[in-house]
Each structure stands twice: as C-alpha cells, then as structure tokens.
C-alpha cells in the first residue's frame, strides 16, 4: 500500500535554529516524487521542494533542505535559521510514478517557531 | 497571473442540498484535482483529470461528480450534501499528470448541517 508516515504530530524550535521534520513513505513503485507544503494558518498550500527518487543530490531550495535516504525511504526537510514565519503545518507528499499525478499526503506535522 | 482560483470561499449547506464548487487555473496546465481536508488529516484526493476531457476517480469519490469543463475549469458537484462532507476544498493543478508539482487553490470552506 502507498503511504506517508509522519510521526511528530507537533514540534517546537527557537528562532534562528534548525529543525528537522520527519517523514517516511512506503511504495512499492521503483520510482516516484516526494514533495514537502507549507500550510500557515491562513490555510493555503504552499509548494516548498521537490525530490525524484532517481535524483542522487538532495534537493534545496534556498533554507529548506530535503534529506533523502531511499534505502531507509525517508524523506525529512530540513530547515535552517528558522523564521517566526515558519510556524506552520508541514505536509509531505509521495506522487508513485505508476499513479501518473495523484499526490498521496501525510497527516502533517505543526512547526512552532519560539522568539 | 491569478494561478489557481476557487469559488466560493466558504459555504453553509443543509443535508440534502446540492452546490458546486468552482475551480480555474490560468497556468494552461492540462491535469486538474480536487482534494479533501478534513480536521488533523492531509489532503486526499476526490477526483483528478489528467487532461481536458478526462475525469477519473481518486481515493474518497462516493457523494461527488466532477466536470471538466474546459482546460481552464474543473468543478466539482455535491448532489446532496450530507454532514460527513463538511470539510476544506482544494482545487490544484499541475503542467502534465506525472509526479510533479501542483499548485493549489486558496480552498473552499464547506459547513453541512
């Protein structure tokens, strides 16, 4: 079964830190996308970053980062000098080449950045 | 360049009413979906078309039809609406039907009572 697995429901890190939110997926299509939004209160889906699962860097996108282990399929971002901005849900999302462009989500996990 | 629009904003329904949320992308992307969020859960999706004059099914469908209307538009109808249904809709959008990014809409909030 195609599944994203994100285990922190809510985290917390002091402004200007880094942090790291985990993510995990299970699919048993040989290649695929994973994908990180942002959702601040406001409600919106913001598109944060991008990584295919033939790329072999990481990808990063100004402060977020995205750390790819495929043989342990995780998929954490990484963001670094955290904003009070940041405070936000972050969702991670697996596309399975074999399912064209459905996004399979996460349930999310609520970043708190503390002043 | 307005990306993703969704008409209405938010909607109070009663059981058994029927509405239709509307959706454009002015990106000239040919694949267009429809998600659900429900409180403390990611987005799952409703129906999908991979491209103008196709509509197929996603993972929660029962109690919804969707039109593709055109390449920019892609709707989705609630025939008659029930209190499970009340949720968030996400319209998105993305250039092909292939693991890449979508764009979203701002969301529908929808109330059934």
């Known amino acids: 079964a195609q599944k994203i697995t994100q285990t922190q429901p809510g985290m917390f890190v002091q402004e200007k830190e880094a942090v790291t939110l985990d993510c995990t997926y299970d699919t048993s299509d040989p290649s695929y996308g994973l994908f990180w939004y942002k959702q601040p209160s406001s409600g919106e889906m913001i598109f944060l970053i991008y990584?295919?699962?033939?790329d072999q860097q990481n990808a990063t996108e100004g402060r977020y980062s995205l750390n790819f282990q495929k043989a342990r399929k995780s998929a954490n971002l990484v963001i670094s000098a955290s904003q009070l901005g940041d405070s936000a849900m972050y969702f991670c999302a697996m596309s399975p080449w074999g399912q064209g462009g459905k996004l399979i989500f996460g349930q999310g996990t609520e970043l708190s950045v503390k002043p | 360049n307005a990306g993703v629009t969704q008409t209405p904003k938010f909607q109070v329904l009663k059981t058994g009413q029927s509405m239709t949320l509307q959706c454009a992308q002015d990106?000239?992307?040919?694949?267009m979906y429809w998600y659900r969020q429900d409180p403390g859960m990611g987005l799952r999706l409703i129906y999908y078309s991979a491209s103008e004059g196709t509509t197929d099914k996603g993972e929660v469908p029962n109690g919804y039809n969707v039109s593709r209307l055109n390449k920019r538009e892609f709707s989705l109808r609630l025939e008659s609406a029930a209190p499970s249904q009340t949720s968030v809709y996400f319209c998105a959008s993305s250039e092909v039907f292939s693991p890449q990014t979508q764009y979203f809409g701002p969301g529908t909030r929808l109330l059934v009572l």
């Open positions: 990584q295919g699962s033939y």
């Open positions: 990106m000239n992307h040919n694949s």
